[in-house]
Structure formats: structure tokens, C-alpha cells
């Protein structure tokens, strides 16, 4: 009966040794990626900033391609937060709206890798 329990912990000790040494993934990592952020700019985001992200009047569409790389990257990661660092007014409180509307479609992106996208093309340099 001792053996047993013995055994038993040696094995429980094991299982979490050997579970410690796996590298952690995050969230955002594991997420499987179904559409790039070229083609989610050009079905999501192009209707209101622009096909060169040069914005949309009609749509309040604000244009994107006079922003660094950084500045974008901040928006983006404010955005899929809720909105907490940005001012508030309607066009932030349309644009939470619309972010959820491309996570729920299964378009969701790394804000990052969307941010160097639309800098690096369409960037007035």
C-alpha cells in the first residue's frame, strides 16, 4: 500500500516537472489565423479608411497613411481593448463596434502585424 502511494506521488511530481519545462504560449498565439491582414484590411477596414488608407469623408473614415507604424500599433491594441486610452466620442464608440463585428467573423489579427501592413503600404513617406 505504501509502494502505491509512493508510486502515485513520484508520478504527480513527474507530470508537473515535466509540464514546467513547456515553453508557455500566449492567447493571442494559439489563436488559429484564418485570413491575413491584407485581406482583412481589404474586406473590414477599407470601407471606411480607404483602399490606400487614405480615409473615407462619407464613411468618418479618418485617413491612416500619415501615421508611424507605432501610432497605429497603439490604436489597434487600444481598439481590441475597449477603447481605454483613446478619447471618447462616437466615432471611437463606432469603430469598438466595428472591431468586434471583425473579431466575431473570425477575422481576428494581431495589431501589430496590422500595423506594419498599413504602414508599409500605404505610408506617405
Known amino acids: 500500500m505504501q ?3 509512493i508510486a502515485f506521488l513520484g508520478l504527480l511530481v513527474y507530470a508537473f516537472v515535466g509540464c514546467s519545462d ?3 504560449e500566449s492567447k ?3 489563436i488559429e489565423k484564418k485570413y491575413t491582414v491584407e485581406e482583412i484590411y481589404t474586406q473590414m477596414c477599407a470601407k471606411c479608411h480607404g483602399a490606400k488608407a ?3 469623408p462619407m464613411k468618418k473614415g479618418p485617413s491612416l497613411n500619415e501615421e508611424t507604424a507605432h501610432e497605429l500599433e497603439i490604436s489597434l491594441y487600444d481598439l ?3 477603447g481605454t486610452n483613446q ?3 462616437s466615432s471611437n464608440e463606432v469603430m469598438e463596434h466595428n472591431m468586434q463585428k471583425i473579431i ?3 477575422m481576428d489579427y ?3 502585424e496590422m500595423a506594419e501592413y498599413i504602414y508599409k503600404n500605404f505610408n506617405k513617406k
Open 110 to 112: 494581431d495589431p501589430k
Open 87 to 89: 478619447s471618447s466620442g
Open 22 to 24: 513547456k515553453p508557455v
Open 54 to 56: 487614405e480615409g473615407n
Open 3 to 5: 509502494i502505491r502511494k
Open 28 to 30: 493571442e498565439s494559439t
Open 104 to 106: 466575431d467573423k473570425g
Open 80 to 82: 481590441k481593448n475597449g
